[in-house]
């Protein structure tokens, strides 16, 4: 595969926990001369980007002049409600960012820079309901999402698809669960970690707070998801417009497992209690992706033992707390 010389790449988002990860994908999947304009709501200094340029996506007229100013080979749209709960909190605010952004995003590329290949990450959670058959999920499965974050993700990766028909090169990314160091801990994994090293440094009671133990989910290392996302930049001129992928492990962790590997990476004796503020009365048993595609067509495949992951999150919230 000959690498395509000039790419110009266009990130949304890039402020978020997932951008410096794919920074250093692209980097090292596509080649160290691209060109990577990074973006986010909140522009700024940055230490993987240098400068974040101000871009709203909710913002029609401005994200048609980024595009125009660009010129963008490719666009990577990661620009999302982060979490589960925020979207809960206010679903109004997750329709106009994933949805009114993705088409925002979409429509700019179509008027301006119709060459560009859209990649948007939206999430595995869209099968929702499906998941209850217990079967790997796959780009086939029905949608059938359960919650305001996934039916607003659902309907962004449904309106994209309409609008390859209109000429979109569009990829529809479908990550899976996937941590690493940097991520808040509105999510599960560092949550669990910050509450360990918390206690470790002496400023919290030994007892983490603990919702339903007993899901499964499918987790990747953060680096994982980004290098599906480079590689189908990469192998854009390859593949043919409106390609879904889901990025997933295949594997499924149990939650209680993950934690018991993080606390015996601690010397502290600490006990946990259920907390019935982080039980979700509509949690999926087992939730688990079929990455078979991406695997194929893209010629990826996870790198990092889910292990190391978790060691290097608990490593990265001990040195967060230390500098708190």
């Not at 690498?3 to 920074?23: D, K």
């Not at 007892?207 to 989910?217: E, F, K, S, T, Y």
């Not at 879904?244 to 018991?260: E, K, P, T, Y």
Request: aromatic content about 6%.
């Amino acid at each position: 595969m000959v690498r395509e010389v000039g790419m110009r790449i266009l990130m949304t988002g890039a402020n978020g926990f997932v951008g410096p990860y794919v920074l250093e994908a692209l980097r090292s999947v596509c080649g160290r001369e691209i060109v990577v304009a990074a973006t986010s709501k909140d522009g700024g200094p940055h230490p993987a980007f240098g400068q974040v340029e101000a871009l709203d996506v909710t913002d029609a007229a401005a994200v048609q002049d980024a595009i125009a100013r660009h010129r963008p080979t490719h666009v990577i749209h990661l620009a999302a409600v982060a979490a589960l709960g925020a979207a809960q909190a206010d679903p109004r605010n997750a329709w106009r960012i994933h949805v009114g952004g993705a088409l925002n995003v979409a429509n700019a590329v179509l008027a301006k820079a119709p060459d560009c290949w859209l990649v948007h990450v939206g999430s595995g959670l869209v099968y929702g309901e499906s998941a209850k058959t217990g079967r790997p999920l796959d780009e086939r499965t029905l949608l059938a999402p359960i919650d305001d974050y996934a039916v607003t993700k659902a309907a962004a990766d449904l309106a994209l698809g309409a609008l390859s028909r209109r000429g979109l090169k569009c990829f529809r990314m479908r990550p899976f669960n996937h941590t690493g160091p940097g991520q808040t801990e509105a999510f599960a994994v560092p949550a669990f970690a910050m509450q360990i090293a918390r206690i470790e440094a002496g400023v919290a009671p030994p007892v983490i707070r603990v919702g339903n133990l007993d899901a499964r989910r499918d987790f990747l290392d953060a680096r994982d998801a980004a290098s599906a996302y480079a590689r189908a930049v990469l192998k854009s001129g390859d593949l043919a417009p409106n390609t879904i992928f889901n990025v997933a492990s295949g594997a499924s962790w149990r939650m209680g497992d993950i934690l018991d590997r993080l606390l015996a990476r601690s010397s502290v004796k600490i006990v946990t209690e259920q907390d019935p503020l982080r039980l979700r009365p509509s949690d999926l048993p087992c939730i688990v992706g079929d990455a078979t595609r991406a695997r194929t067509l893209l010629g990826w495949a996870p790198e990092h033992p889910f292990e190391d992951t978790l060691a290097a999150v608990l490593e990265d919230c001990r040195a967060r707390v230390a500098q708190a």
